[in-house]
């Protein structure tokens, strides 16, 4: 199925402290690394990608990929508002899924039901929810005003946190599956992904 005018955008510039590595080049269970397991994902559902960081690394593994692009994220890196400042368009028309690189549970099932919700009301970001917290940085931000907008203004004043952007635009939460958003952040996790 077609996707009309929805483009994909990976987030992966985080330094990944707490891991220790970069968790975009974390081995996947289906082939790979999590970032190009995550792509193969998002090509299967006919999306076009832009991938943005600013590690060197990343761009090797796009290169052989068609319809994908890695964007460079400009030092300083500011985090993943900042990094979608780079891609989220001024002019409407052009929304994008958003999606981190470290959730490796996602599947296309789960993106479909994100996809299908946002679909109902275009005209407002959808955004993931555990049935605990939200999880913004899964979600899809429709480009153009008040979107863009209100994205520069926060940054431009030193404010880089995804919820207080949240909190200031047009949006819903989407009910997931609490598995499917597992995101890991230090190597424990990593026990509780497949291998």
Partial sequence: MRLLQLRACVLCGGESRRMGRDKALLPSAAGGVWLTALIERLL?????????????????CVNKLKRVRLLPEPAPWNGPL??????????????????????????TAVLHQLIDAWRRDPSTAAVADDGDVCQPLLGIYPSGPPFQRELMDQLNRGDHRWQNWLGRIPHRRVLLPSHALLNANCPEDLATFPV
């Avoid at 999306?47 to 060197?56: A, D, E, F, T």
């Avoid at 368009?89 to 996602?106: E, F, I, K, Q, Y």
């Fill in 82 to 107: 900042k990094a979608l400042s780079h891609v989220l368009s001024s002019d409407p028309g052009d929304p994008l899924l958003v999606l981190p690189v470290d959730m490796p549970c996602l599947t």
């Fill in 44 to 60: 299967s559902m006919d999306l076009p990608v832009v991938v943005v960081s600013g590690r060197p690394a990343h761009q090797a």
